[in-house]
């Protein structure tokens, strides 16, 4: 049963517009989440993250969203650009500091 | 080294041979972590290891799959008789322990295993 879910597998974007990419878990004892984008033949790298106790976190055209009550959060870049064309993670910290991960969302970005 | 480095980057092998994969962690870094993913898949946890502490091994598949790490350094990730279903990507990572859940790992490039 995956506690980490991202409905989309891919998702395609004009150049500068928003993208939405969203993850729903369904452990409520996760409290620390984070947002990890992968390109091709490379690993994941760390792009942003939240905790529990937030509902929103920024980092410049990055943002994550963190609705505690519904299970989901949303990464939110804006405006979207061509080098944001990637596989992009959800995962979750268990309560064994390890990571639960989505199965990711691909993202297009289209000129 | 500046990153994790893993190596090969790529391996065909033949169903039944066995194969080892390395990582060489970040220096410092106290927890590495051995990861898969499969086509369409998310990250299957497989291993970790942290400081001298007995390794969580309760991600990997089935007892073809093996790991150590020497030294608190380099692991190798071997799996023995190849099957065709493990073919996938392996990725490690490191971190500097549990606290560093701040900001995640830092993961390799990964080995891109084909079982043939």
């Known amino acids: 049963d995956q506690q980490v879910k991202q409905n989309s597998p891919s998702l395609s974007v004009q150049e500068g517009r928003i993208s939405i990419l969203n993850c729903d878990y369904t452990n409520s004892m996760f409290d620390y989440f984070l947002w990890y984008k992968k390109y091709p033949a490379e690993g994941p790298t760390f792009l942003i993250s939240i905790s529990s106790i937030k509902d929103k976190n920024e980092d410049g055209r990055f943002t994550v969203f963190l609705n505690k009550s519904a299970k989901h959060l949303s990464l939110h870049i804006v405006p979207s650009q061509p080098g944001d064309s990637a596989v992009y993670f959800c995962?979750?910290?268990?309560?064994?500091?390890?990571?639960?991960w989505g199965a990711g969302t691909k993202l297009i970005i289209k000129p | 080294g500046a990153g994790v480095s893993q190596s090969p980057s790529n391996k065909v092998t033949e169903k039944g041979k066995d194969v080892e994969l390395r990582c060489d962690p970040i220096?410092?870094?106290?927890?590495l972590y051995w990861y898969r993913q499969s086509l369409g898949q998310g990250l299957e946890f497989l291993i970790y290891f942290q400081g001298n502490s007995a390794p969580d091994k309760s991600g990997l598949p089935s007892d073809r799959f093996s790991a150590e790490r020497t030294g608190g350094s380099v692991s190798t990730l071997t799996i023995q008789r190849t099957q065709q279903e493990d073919s996938a990507v392996y990725l490690c990572?490191?971190?500097?322990?549990?606290?560093?859940?701040?900001?995640?790992?830092?993961f390799g490039s990964g080995t891109r295993l084909t079982v043939v």
């Open positions: 990572a490191s971190s500097l322990g549990p606290d560093s859940m701040y900001y995640g790992y830092t």
């Open positions: 995962a979750a910290f268990d309560s064994n500091y390890q990571l639960i």
């Open positions: 220096s410092g870094h106290t927890a």
